[in-house]
């Protein structure tokens, strides 16, 4: 069995600030957080208007981690027990499942729902769904 700790107050303000974040960039630019679609759309063929905005969302996306390590001291832990074939398999599926789904858990959950979207409440069960049987089966039948 894999321990875990129940961090409400955390999870409260991280959920808060996606959310927030998520309103912001629809305000200001009238896109979705969709964090897969900026991904994907930073390579040819873009949009050279959009461009940096897309290039400064990533950078943010990476910058955080560096910013909290300079901030505190250090990163909280975290274990990642597979090995470094099953990551690779698990990105692509990943990568191969948003461009097949036109969206991610950010686009769709976030994002889709908040505009009563069926086709995103159809993803984000989908999502939900076998992120459940996943740990299930690794819990359970490993």
Do not use: K, N
Not at 44 to 67: S, W
């Amino acid at each position: 069995m894999v321990a875990t700790s129940f961090t409400p107050i955390a999870s409260l303000l991280g959920g808060v600030l996606i959310g927030l974040s998520a309103v912001l960039l629809m305000w200001a630019t009238g896109r979705i957080a969709g964090i897969s679609g900026i991904a994907a759309r930073l390579f040819p063929p873009y949009e050279d208007r959009e461009f940096a905005g897309r290039l400064a969302f990533v950078a943010g996306l990476i910058a955080a981690p560096v910013l909290v390590r300079l901030v505190t001291g250090s990163l909280p832990a975290q274990t990642i027990a597979a090995g470094a074939p099953v990551l690779i398999v698990a990105g692509v599926l990943t990568g191969f499942g948003t461009v097949w789904g036109s969206g991610c858990t950010s686009g769709h959950g976030v994002c889709g729902l908040s505009r009563l979207s069926v086709r995103s409440l159809v993803a984000t069960l989908t999502f939900m769904a076998t992120g459940i049987a996943t740990v299930f089966v690794i819990r359970h039948w490993s």
